[in-house]
T-cell receptor
Framework: DAKTTQPPSMDCAEGRAANLPCNHS???????VYWYRQIHSQGPQYIIH???NNETNEMASLIITEDRKSSTLILPHATLRDTAVYYC???????????FGKGTSLLVTP | GAGVSQSPRYKVAKRGQDVALRCDPI?????LFWYQQALGQGPEFLTY????????KSGLPSDRFFAERPEGSVSTLKIQRTQQEDSAVYLC?????????????FGPGTRLLVL
């Protein structure tokens, strides 16, 4: 079973920020939070990861709560091309198999 | 640079046929993973290689599934006597090192349909 809980679907208007939540209440101290997304008919694509500090890159920001039991992926200005399934995964590192779960299907609307 | 490639992209097989799916990881990547993705579901782990060694095959659903990576680069996933429940997308991923936190890079997948 996946160690994370995500809402099955979300909508976001184009140009607005998309905030995707994830609960991982049983996360271990050595586990990172990884986010991947999968656009229709493509392989999963890495977005960002973090341990306990907030992280930002050119694609997104990751906010991890102080107790590390939940996190939020933020796409600051969503575009139609951000429509995808977003997966929140906890893992000690990339050398382990990723447990994807069902993810959140994000629909960005015009 | 070149990413992970997989071939064929689509495969239709009659029930009972054997199939072989190929994965070309990013050059120099030590770790290689195979995942199976059923329609509407997230990818599920099948097996893991570190160089040519198959270190984990706990996700293989039956003994009809076999994977190899003989020279530590290209990998082949073979399914013998295919069944309809084998219909899925098979994804391959590679990463630079086994213990690092570098991301896994995924190929586009092979979509297998068993009739």
């Amino acid at each position: 079973d996946a160690k994370t809980t995500q809402p099955p679907s979300m909508d976001c208007a184009e140009g607005r920020a998309a905030n995707l939540p994830c609960n991982h209440s049983t996360i271990s101290g050595n586990e990172y939070v990884y986010w991947y997304r999968q656009i229709h008919s493509q392989g999963p694509q890495y977005i960002i990861h973090g341990l306990k500090n907030n992280e930002t890159n050119e694609m997104a920001s990751l906010i991890i709560t102080e107790d590390r039991k939940s996190s939020t992926l933020i796409l600051p200005h969503a575009t139609l091309r951000d429509t995808a399934v977003y997966y929140c995964i906890v893992s000690p590192n990339s050398g382990y198999a990723l447990n994807f779960g069902k993810g959140t299907s994000l629909l960005v609307t015009p | 640079g070149a990413g992970v490639s997989q071939s064929p992209r689509y495969k239709v097989a009659k029930r009972g046929q054997d199939v072989a799916l190929r994965c070309d990881p990013i050059s120099g990547h030590v770790s290689l993973f195979w995942y199976q993705q059923a329609l509407g579901q997230g990818p599920e782990f099948l097996t893991y290689f570190q160089n040519e060694a198959q270190l984990d095959k706990s996700g293989l659903p039956s003994d009809r599934f076999f994977a190899e990576r003989p020279e530590g680069s290209v990998s082949t996933l073979k399914i013998q006597r295919t069944q309809q429940e084998d219909s899925a997308v098979y994804l391959c991923a590679s990463s630079p090192s086994p213990g690092g936190k570098e991301t896994q890079y995924f190929g586009p997948g092979t979509r297998l349909l068993v009739l």
